[in-house]
């Protein structure tokens, strides 16, 4: 997965979490800062930190991708039923 749409699964697999930034930081065990710099690509997400939150959460790691995939079309159509008249 190229690394601009692993950041963009990490914050569409919160979302679908219902996670705020300090909640998915809380839970792999970084700060809120830290994990704001992985999500807006400043900083390389880890494997490792991929995989804490797959195991802190119940979600296989190949599984995220999938995850964060469904949460963008929800609310590409949340959107789009918004906009319908």
Known sequence: MPARRFYRSLTEFRHALDLSQADA????????SQWSRVE?????????L???????????????AAVAEAA???????RADEATP
């Open 72 to 78: 963008r079309r929800r609310r590409r159509q949340a």
């Open 50 to 64: 991929a995989q804490r939150l797959a195991d802190k959460t119940g979600v296989p790691l190949e599984r995220l």
């Open 40 to 48: 807006s690509g400043t900083t390389p997400p880890s494997l490792a």
């Open 25 to 32: 930081a809380r839970l792999v065990g970084i700060t809120q």
